[in-house]
């Protein structure tokens, strides 16, 4: 059984950065694959971004490609989430997630079987 939390959100200006950061707990964190998803006002569950267990493949949404960044440190069982130049449209509530289950990292969330419990990120503009 693996429990996340996520900390680091908050209410930033348009332009801005926040770096989300989540620490991860019950088994051994370089064993799964870790990623970031965000559900914003009336809209569904998204995927930002996935890092592989080494942290050397990562995987991003085209709308965050270029300012956000996926990273972790697996002797710290943490994994971060820099986001730069953010807008309006980046405003959701931001939640990390483990995939136990699988080699190969995924943008699916029905694949992610463990989950925090979200923190809001508000870009105003």
């Known amino acids: 059984q693996v429990q996340l939390v996520e900390s680091g959100g908050g209410l930033v200006q348009a332009g801005g950065s926040l770096r989300l950061s989540c620490a991860a707990s019950?088994?051994?964190?370089?064993?799964?694959?870790m990623g970031w998803f965000r559900q914003g006002p009336g809209k569904e569950r998204e995927f930002v971004a996935t890092?592989?267990?080494?942290?050397?493949?990562?995987f991003y949404a085209d709308a965050v490609k270029g300012r956000f960044t996926i990273s972790r440190e697996n002797a710290k069982n943490m994994v971060y989430l820099q986001m730069n130049t953010l807008n309006p449209e980046d405003t959701a509530v931001y939640y990390c997630?483990?995939?136990?289950?699988?080699?190969?990292?995924?943008?699916?969330?029905?694949?992610?079987?463990?989950w925090g419990q979200g923190t809001q990120i508000t870009v105003s503009s």
């Open positions: 019950g088994r051994t964190f370089s064993s799964y694959a």
């Open positions: 997630a483990a995939d136990t289950s699988r080699v190969r990292v995924s943008r699916n969330r029905a694949d992610y079987d463990a």
């Open positions: 890092i592989s267990r080494s942290g050397t493949t990562t």
